[in-house]
C-alpha cells in the first residue's frame, strides 16, 4: 500500500489560479484547486508552496484571496522547484516519501522526479482527482488531524522563538515548559493511535502498524499494555504525539512499539516516554525490555534506545531484543520533560 500523502506541495502561477502574477494576469484560484486544499486540509493533509516568482507578489496574492494561511511553509524563488521542496521537507521534518507536488509545467515536474525520486509528481489538470486518489485519503480523519495545519503553525512560532533564543539548545528545551502526559489508552484514543502508526515512520521502532481491531484488543488484554503521550509547551499543545505497546511475557514488559510523531523530534521527548515505560516495569517487578526492527528510516529510534540504557540481549533475524537495567530515575535526557500520569 503507498505511503499516505502528509504534504502536497503547489506551484502558484497556472496552477492554484490561472495566470502569472508578476504579468499581472493573476486571476483567482481555480475552484477545482480551492476544493481539493480545503479538502485535504480537513484530512489533515498539509499544504505547502513551491513556486517561481517574487515571495512579496505571490504571498499578496495568496493573502488577497484569504488562503495564505493555508499553506504550512512558503518557498518562492528563481531557483530549482526541487530544492524548494528538499527544504519544506526539512522545514516540516517529514520524508520524501510522504510529500506529492502538483505543476502546470512538465519540465518543472521532471526536474522535482529526477532529483527526488521519492516525491509524488502530477500535472495540473488532475487537480480535480486528487481528493478522489487512495494516496490522499487517511484510514482516519482525527480531530487531531483536522487541526493539524494549526500545531505546524505553532511549531513555527516555537522556531521563530529558538531562533532568536540567545542561549544553548538545551537552554531553549528547558525555556518550553514541556509536560508530557502518559495514559492508557482508551476508546477515544484508538483512531489517533491507528494514525500515528500508519503516519509514523522515523521514530517507529518495529514499522508495525495496527488496525483498529488489534488497537482495542490489545488494550483488552490482561498481557498487555497500551499508552498515549501528549504534549504541551508555553506555545500550545502537540496533540498526541506517542504511543507505547507492552507485552508482558515471563518475567520481562517487552516493548512491542513505540513511536512518536516526527513533529517533536527534535524536543527530545522520546527517552521520557521510555522512561516512563520503564518506571512501569520496575512497578510491576518486571524487566524493561524492548524490540526493534531495523526499516529503511528508524535508526534513530534504536539510537534513541541505547541512549536510555537499553543493551541488545538476543537477536532472531532481522529482530533485536534489547533489555534496560538503568533505573528510571538514571536516564539521562528526560529532565527537560515533566511527566504527568
Keep these: 500500500m503507498a505511503t499516505t500523502v502528509k504534504c502536497l506541495v503547489w506551484d502558484l502561477d497556472d496552477t492554484v489560479w490561472p495566470g502569472v502574477v508578476l504579468e499581472s494576469d493573476g486571476g483567482a484560484p481555480k475552484p477545482e484547486a480551492l476544493h481539493a486544499i480545503r479538502t485535504l486540509d480537513e484530512r489533515g493533509i498539509l499544504h505547502a508552496v513551491a513556486s517561481r516568482g517574487e515571495p512579496a507578489a505571490a504571498t499578496a496574492h495568496l493573502r488577497a484571496h484569504d488562503i495564505e494561511d493555508m499553506f504550512s511553509a512558503i518557498e518562492i524563488s528563481w531557483g530549482p522547484k526541487s530544492e524548494a521542496v528538499r527544504r519544506i521537507a526539512e522545514a516540516l521534518n517529514i520524508g520524501h516519501d510522504t510529500i506529492a507536488f502538483v505543476d502546470n509545467d512538465p519540465v518543472e515536474l521532471a526536474e522535482v522526479a529526477a532529483a527526488l525520486p521519492e516525491v509524488r509528481c502530477y500535472p495540473a489538470d488532475r487537480i480535480a482527482e486528487l481528493p478522489g486518489l487512495p494516496e490522499f485519503t487517511p484510514a482516519t480523519a482525527t480531530s487531531e488531524a483536522r487541526g493539524r495545519r494549526s500545531l505546524y503553525r505553532a511549531e513555527r512560532e516555537r522556531q521563530a522563538s529558538q ?92 516493548l512491542l512499539l513505540l513511536l512518536m510523531s516526527c513533529r517533536v523530534m527534535s524536543r527530545g521527548v522520546g527517552t521520557a516516554l521510555i522512561a516512563e515505560v520503564v518506571r512501569r516495569a520496575h512497578d510491576a517487578g518486571l524487566r524493561p525490555a524492548a524490540e526493534f526492527v531495523a526499516t529503511p528510516l528508524n535508526r534513530v529510534m534504536l539510537v534513541t534506545l541505547r541512549f536510555a540504557g537499553f543493551e541488545v540481549v538476543d537477536t532472531d533475524g532481522e529482530r533485536i531484543l534489547l533489555a534496560c537495567s538503568v533505573p528510571p530515575e538514571h536516564i539521562s535526557g528526560t529532565g527537560h520533560v515533566e511527566v504527568v500520569r
Excluded: K, W
Design 163 to 254: 531562533a532568536e533564543f540567545a542561549g544553548s539548545d538545551a537552554d531553549f528545551l528547558a525555556s518550553l515548559d514541556l509536560v508530557m502526559t502518559v495514559r492508557e489508552a482508551g476508546e477515544a484514543d484508538l483512531l489517533r493511535a491507528h494514525e500515528l502508526t500508519e503516519r509514523t515512520h522515523q521514530l517507529n521502532t518495529t514499522g508495525v502498524t495496527f488496525d483498529l481491531g488489534e488497537l482495542r484488543a490489545l488494550c483488552a488484554s490482561p498481557d498487555h499494555e497500551v499508552l498515549v503521550a501528549s504534549l504541551t509547551d508555553r506555545f500550545g499543545g502537540y496533540g498526541t504525539i506517542g504511543l507505547a505497546v507492552t507485552e508482558r511475557r515471563g518475567p520481562d514488559a517487552v
